[in-house]
Structure formats: C-alpha cells, structure tokens
C-alpha cells in the first residue's frame, strides 16, 4: 500500500490549506483514513480520523476549525484546514489502515500504513 500526500505549505494565522492523501496499491478494503501530526521532540497525535462508515474523530485542539472527508471511490482523504493558527504548525501525515490481499497462497493480512509526512507552517 502507498500513500500520497500532498497540500501544506506556509499560510498566515487565520487562513486555509487542504491535505489530500491517496492511497494506492492491492489492498481489500480500508477500515480507516486519518491524519496525524508531529512537531520535533514531540509525539506524532492524532488531527482527524474517518472510519469506513463515515464516523469522524477531531482532536479536540481543531474540531470545528479542521474537517475530514473521504471519497472511497477514489480511496482518498482530504483535511481541510481553517482558521489556522501558529500552533498548528507541524509535519502533518496521512494513515491509512485497512486489509490487503495477500499474494499467491498467503492469506491476507491487516495493514497500517503511514505517507511521507508534508510540512504546515503557520505564522503569526
């Protein structure tokens, strides 16, 4: 499973960017997409997360400034960002967990998998 991550960038305080994420590759089924977060010398946390059936999970530091969404044809997730603030400022990445095919004769299995990670930058 690969993912592709794309969006971000330097924005001022108050303002707007849109992750997008995409995930490719032999896989069965996915049972979550999400986006998390890390600034150096801390943990990487958990921005949003959106299930298979559309529940939706925000950490409470952006809930109803940043929102989530899928489209499951196209296997992708988009963040979008709004009024932004200097604390935002991390390397945002996307996950993806789901099932994948095995090959030949192997059974399937589950899988977690994490895109390259893409800069936001707000400034005050």
């Known amino acids: 499973v690969q993912l592709q991550a794309s969006g971000g960038g330097l924005v001022q305080a108050g303002g707007s960017l849109r992750l997008s994420c995409a995930a490719s590759?032999?896989?069965?089924?996915?049972?979550?997409m999400g986006w998390y977060r890390q600034v150096p010398g801390k943990e990487r946390e958990l921005v949003a997360r959106?299930?298979?059936?559309?529940?939706?999970d925000y950490a409470a530091s952006v809930k109803d400034r940043f929102t989530i969404a899928k489209d499951s044809a196209k296997n992708t997730v988009n963040l979008h960002m709004n009024s932004l603030k200097p604390e935002d400022t991390a390397a945002y990445y996307c996950?993806?967990?789901?099932?994948?095919?095995?090959?030949?004769?192997?059974?399937?299995?589950?899988?977690?998998?994490w895109g390259q990670g893409t800069q936001v930058t707000v400034s005050s």
């Open positions: 590759g032999s896989f069965h089924s996915i049972s979550s």
């Open positions: 996950n993806v967990v789901g099932f994948e095919h095995g090959k030949g004769w192997s059974p399937g299995r589950n899988f977690n998998a």
């Open positions: 959106i299930n298979r059936v559309g529940d939706t």
